[in-house]
């Protein structure tokens, strides 16, 4: 329990943990993240191997010659035993939607990164490539 300052009570969340606003920006990414890999891995997780998804708040380096401006995911290759990792920017993506496209940017931008990954085209990744929720 925190401390009870200038005898008022003790401090208590202003937001109780059930509501949306609870969560940070960070927290809800992540789950859109998750939720959007672990939909593509029911579909694709046998033709591309040992792959990882992860997030990133900004790209590591500047973008590489062949990308257009800053980069909003990329594909790491296995090197050595370690396996594919696949990452999203967070904070270019939430810079280019606003909450209520961020879902569809996500989901857009993973089925690239596979569909970079598998030689395939985004829409024959995920179906729903490029829908307006």
Do not use: C, K, N
Not at 30 to 37: N, P, V
Not at 71 to 90: D, I, N, S
């Amino acid at each position: 329990m925190r401390r009870d300052a200038h005898g008022r009570g003790p401090r208590r969340p202003l937001l109780p943990s059930t509501l949306p606003g609870y969560r940070t920006r960070s927290e809800v990414f992540d789950e859109l993240a998750a939720d959007g890999s672990e939909r593509l891995a029911r579909r694709w997780s046998a033709q591309w191997g040992r792959v990882e998804f992860g997030v990133e708040d900004v790209p590591p380096s500047d973008p590489a010659p062949w990308e257009q401006g800053v980069p909003l995911g990329r594909v790491f290759p296995g090197e050595y035993g370690a396996p594919t990792r696949v990452v999203l920017y967070r904070r270019p993506l939430e810079q280019r939607a606003s909450a209520e496209e961020l879902p569809g940017l996500v989901r857009d931008i993973l089925a690239e990164q596979v569909g970079h990954l598998l030689s395939m085209r985004p829409d024959e990744v995920d179906p729903e490539y490029g829908a307006v929720d």
